[in-house]
């Protein structure tokens, strides 16, 4: 028994720590519309930008900073902070905007003595770039639409006032930008929820990319229609509309579209996805390159099938015995002679570039490694390929010389003693 009340008693202490943990309130900017009719009669949207605090807590709670508009978010069947768990306030940029039914009226399916709904979206966005969330915020109101787009008479909202709301769809994704290589299967997160079981709720899927748009996939939960692959029907069900790219191309980059859809409300992600293909580098001598004094050789690193186009290539020479040092030790030297080939486009729309230049060597720099350092955006790190010079002095026309007389010499003797050990071995033979 006194386990058992140990765990609970920790269980407690550990929900408790994550209660204090939890996100309480975020500073937000609300982004406000002022829609008018100029003087040529077409209608103008101007964005305010106003200060404002996404406040987690209950009705009776008074505004954090009450010289801000308070969006109040009180409890319902959706906790918008489960999307945020590990993350802390100042990590997140968030955004509040009005949202437009365009005078659709659909009354939501929750209880309360309000018929009608002012809605808002908040969007909550990583600074690094880790996730997306947007939430649709509900404020329970007396007034009717007017039956035309609700743009157009947005009911005001003061420097200092407090709106009372509730989650009551949310949607996230962890992939708001992919970077994939070329045959790479990818995976692109969207998740959603909303606060009523059973909505009449549809999901689609699009990919665009210059203008051009193309449906993915689509699934109708009233009438179960399914159109497309790539989003499994099990875990759609539970949510998860992540979409599976089983192929990566270069006719893949564009902006994939993540929507859920339950009237009056209309959610959407993008998910932006690049290309990045790093380059193959190579350089056309050996590890070790033996010349001799005087002599000149064509050095060529070579960078290819990358993408994007931009790549640097850069040659420079240094020491073998301090390259890995780095206390006190001597720059690389930077060559300057260095050219450049044109871009090539290969078949398969990647690019290829050649940096070379003329080694002439000299026994001042026997010895010296020379190093290739490609940089290109797909690569966290340049890739460096290196050769050390060998340079060998040359034989001079002396020593050929000598060598040339000693020969000679040899063959003077030959000729001279050849006849004598004939003759020598004939007289032999007589007696």
Known sequence: MGLILRILIYLYLYAGMQCVHQISWLPCQFIDEHVFVNSEGHTVTELLHRKAMLQFGQKEDTPINPNAITFLVIGSKLEMRRYLEGV?????????????????????????????????????KHIKGLFTVTSFLRHPSDQPPSGRPDYHSWSPISDTEMLITTVTMGMKTQTPSVKAKLGSQQKFHCQFAIDHKGPNVTVEWHWQNRGERTRLFSHASRSGQTKGTGVGLRSLADGDASYTLQYSKMSSEGTYICSVSVLPLFASLDISMHIEEPPRVSLNVAPILSLQEGEEQKVTCEAESYYPLDVEIVWYQQDPTVSGQRVGSPLPKVLQNVLLSSHKHNSDKTYSLSAFFYLEASLGISGRQFTCSVSHKSLRVPIKKSFILNVEEPTSWFFYLSVGLIIVLLLVILVVMLPNLNSEKAILRTN
């Open 88 to 124: 802390e306030a100042d990590q997140l940029k968030c955004e509040i905007r009005r949202y437009s039914t365009a005078g659709i009226h659909v009354r939501w399916p929750v209880k309360g003595t309000k018929e009608y709904n002012r809605w808002f979206t908040c969007t909550l």
